[in-house]
Structures are given as structure tokens and as C-alpha cells.
């Protein structure tokens, strides 16, 4: 095909992009967003944001929101006026917090929580893929948190179709066929396979990258997010489930001197592509990626760190390093969930590791924070039951807040606030960060 036929073909495609936030959308709308010139991320001295007190707020399995018992409400206006009053409720506990910016999980699987025109709506609002909620609740997040002065970040999870292959799932996913959109499940099943017990897309698949990039413009040219975050489930596998990709590497990778060599070069096109695109569509939208702590360990690698945990390079074929040192991010924000004295992984060893890679760069560096484990017992990690958890916490966001590069803590995640366990972390944190 000619350069200018390619060109135009991609213009036209931005503009019913652009066109499809307010009008019915068109008969299909999954053709691929196709790469866009690279744009330069903004320099860290521009600025104008003090510390990053953010914090994720699952959707995937209702685990933070919405709340479990609404999608049983038969009258639509009560379920929606339950979740609606459920989610206001979480911001104002998040903003007496301190808390100024939620990663709010916009697409926890092959759906969405909001109307899109290439994803169909997700289960988790009504209990049905594909049933219109009666609102949208990416728009209703965004103008209540924007009306408390708090940033959103969209986060999404790129791969994952569904959270299980059981057969009342799939009969879920096959009967969206009538709708439109339609699940990806159906409309490309030569895109899909399963690894970890649950059906994912094979990222080796250029047309899928195409396509997972297609969805991050629409929220990006629809809606007024502060940024936009993909987690760490790049390639997901288990011993017991592990992705076959083995016909899409004979197909894709010749010239590549292993199969892990060529998965990280697609994790790697993923990355770029999105990047660019956010930056043409909308260059003040930020791009990060929340990746495992560990990158490399030094056993394997000299510039690696100084631990022997699970690490993305190796495991998810993420090389999250470099994605830094390429400028494709505006921030990372990896998961560091151990305690100072936990020998694999020590906190503070890995959050000086990762100031040391973003310190050259203009990459800004929050640390992922593990409100999950706090005032839970752990033979591995007693840390975090002395005293409800608070000293090791107060020690890692101390960490945070005096080391140069740093820019902030994350904590995983919202729902954990709530518990028992960890109330007394919770009233140090509104001491030390709270209004």
C-alpha cells in the first residue's frame, strides 16, 4: 500500500476517533490506532505538583469498587445511586487523607468502565458484559475527584481477557457477539490464549498491540485523565499455565536470538507505541507503568539489583529499565511490597536502586507501597504487625521523602484502608499527610 494511502487511512482513523466521543459510533470501530510520531516527554522542571500521594483503586473482581452487593440491585437508578454514593464516600476518605491522585482501574480485563466504542462495558458495574450501566462511571470519577483536587490516573491492564476460562465465562463472552462492540473474545479469537488459568491476548500479535493501543487513545481523546498507568501483567504465565506462543514466534521472530529476546521487543513496542500516541493525542497526559520491584537481580545482571526476588525482565519480559533510559515514560512506579528487613527484596535497596536509573533521565520515580500486608502476620515479614504496622511504614515513606529522585508513594490498595488490620496505619497517615 502506498505511504499516502497508509497516512491518510491513519487521519481518517483519528478523526472518527476524535468524532466517535459524542456520536454513535460506527458499525466496527476496532481498527487498530497505527503509530504516531514520537513527541518529547515534558522536562521534571516544569513541574507543578508537590509529592505524589497516590493510591490504586481496583475494579477487577469488584475488589475495591464497586461494592459487591450493588450489581444485585434490580432497579438500575438504586444500583447506580449505590455505587455513585460508594465512590464519593471512598473520595472523601481519600482526600481527609492527604491522598491527591487515584489510579483508578478503567479496564480491569477485555471491558470497560465506560462507553466505549471498541470495548464492551464491563460485568463488574451490572454483573453482565456488555450491559449499559445507565451512566459513566470513568466520567462521574473524574469530575468528583477533579472537584476535590485530586488527579486521575486511568490505569489499565492491557492483556487480560478474563480473570478464568470456566465455561459459563466463555458463554458470557460468545453471546456479546450480537452487541456492538462485541468482546474481543469473539471478534478476534485468533488473538487469544490463556496462561495463569485465565484468557489472555498473545502480545507478540502486532495487530493486538494496534489494537490495546487503540483503546488507550479513545479514553485519552474522550476524557479529561491526568494520566494514564498499565500495570505489571505484560506476559503473565505459571509452571502449571504458561502461554503458548510458539506459532506467533515463528511467525514474528525471526532475527531474534531467543524467545524471551523477542517477547521483551514486544513489550518494548507496546510501550512506544502507546507513549507516542498519548503524546500526539494529548501531551499533557502522563504515561507510566507500575512494573514488579525487582527489575534484574545482580546474580544475573551487574547493573541489576541487589536482591533475588522475581524479577520483570526475566519473568514478565519487561524490560522496565530501559523503557527509563528511553524517555518513554513520564513516570514509574514500581512495586516494591517488602520490608526493610526482608534479605530477597529489601525496600530500601530497591527504592535506592530505582532512584539511581531514573536520576539521569526525566522519568519521575513513585514507590508502589504494600498497604496490603499491613497488620497482616507474616513468618517472612513480622515487620508489619509491631506496633499495627505503623514504624515500617513511617520508615518507607521517610525513605520516600528524603531520597533525591523519589517522588512519591503509591499505596496498594483503596479497600485496605477499611480493614481492621490496618487502622492504625491509616490514622498515622492522616496524621502525617491528612488536612
Not at 481519600?94 to 464492551?120: E, R, Y
Not at 491526568?226 to 502461554?243: K, N, R
Not at 525496600?347 to 499491613?374: F, Q, S
Request: aromatic share 10%; net charge positive; glycine share 6%.
Amino acid at each position: 500500500m502506498p505511504l499516502h494511502v497508509k497516512r491518510t487511512g491513519a487521519l481518517i482513523f483519528l478523526a472518527l476517533l476524535l468524532a466517535s466521543c459524542a456520536s454513535k459510533p460506527p458499525k466496527s470501530l476496532v481498527t487498530p490506532l497505527p503509530p504516531v510520531t514520537k513527541h518529547p516527554l515534558p522536562d521534571k522542571s516544569h513541574r507543578d505538583q508537590g509529592p505524589m500521594r497516590g493510591i490504586w483503586l481496583a475494579t477487577v473482581s469488584r475488589l475495591d469498587w464497586p461494592p459487591v452487593s450493588s450489581v444485585n440491585i434490580s432497579n438500575p437508578a438504586t444500583r447506580n445511586s449505590v455505587q455513585q454514593k460508594a465512590l464519593t464516600d471512598k473520595l472523601d476518605k481519600l482526600k481527609s487523607l492527604g491522598i491527591n491522585t487515584v489510579f483508578f482501574q478503567v479496564k480491569p480485563d477485555g471491558t470497560a468502565l465506560w462507553p466505549s466504542k471498541i470495548l464492551p462495558w464491563s460485568d463488574t458495574l451490572t454483573g453482565h458484559v456488555g450491559q449499559d450501566p445507565g451512566y459513566d462511571p470513568l466520567m462521574f470519577m473524574l469530575d468528583e475527584a477533579h472537584k476535590r483536587g485530586m488527579k486521575v490516573h486511568a490505569w489499565f491492564n492491557p492483556y487480560r481477557v478474563t480473570t478464568n476460562t470456566k465455561p459459563g465465562t466463555v458463554a458470557e463472552l460468545n453471546r456479546t457477539i450480537s452487541l456492538n462492540p462485541a468482546s474481543v473474545f469473539v471478534l478476534h479469537r485468533d488473538w487469544i490464549r490463556t496462561a495463569s488459568d485465565r484468557y489472555v491476548l498473545d502480545p507478540g500479535i502486532p495487530e493486538a498491540r494496534d489494537w490495546i493501543t487503540s483503546i488507550v487513545a479513545e479514553v485519552v481523546s474522550c476524557y479529561p485523565v491526568d494520566g494514564v498507568q498499565f500495570d505489571d501483567y505484560f506476559y503473565t504465565e505459571t509452571p502449571g499455565s504458561t502461554l503458548n506462543d510458539s506459532q506467533t514466534f515463528q511467525k514474528y521472530g525471526a532475527g531474534f536470538a531467543s524467545k524471551a529476546d523477542w517477547r521483551r521487543h514486544n513489550t518494548q513496542q507496546l510501550i512506544a507505541q502507546v507513549s507516542r500516541s498519548i503524546k500526539q493525542l494529548s501531551p499533557g497526559v502522563e504515561f507510566g507503568v507500575s512494573p514488579a520491584g525487582v527489575w534484574r537481580n545482580r546474580s544475573h545482571d551487574p547493573m541489576g539489583s541487589e536482591t533475588s526476588g522475581a524479577a520483570a525482565y526475566d519473568e514478565a519480559f519487561a524490560d522496565t529499565r530501559l523503557w527509563v533510559q528511553q524517555g518513554l515514560l513520564d513516570y514509574i512506579a514500581p512495586q516494591v511490597y517488602w520490608p526493610f528487613s526482608r534479605k530477597a527484596a529489601r525496600y530500601d535497596v530497591l527504592a535506592k536502586w530505582w532512584a539511581e536509573v531514573v536520576k539521569p533521565t526525566n522519568t519521575r520515580l513513585y514507590i508502589g507501597v504494600a498497604l496490603y500486608k499491613v497488620g497482616e502476620s507474616s513468618k517472612n515479614e513480622p515487620d508489619w504487625t509491631v506496633n499495627g504496622g505503623v514504624p515500617e511504614l513511617k520508615k518507607q515513606i521517610d525513605l520516600n521523602e528524603s531520597v533525591p529522585h523519589i517522588d512519591g508513594t503509591i499505596l496498594f490498595r483503596e479497600d485496605y484502608l477499611n480493614q481492621p488490620q490496618a487502622q492504625e496505619a491509616v490514622s498515622y497517615i492522616k496524621t502525617r499527610w491528612g488536612s
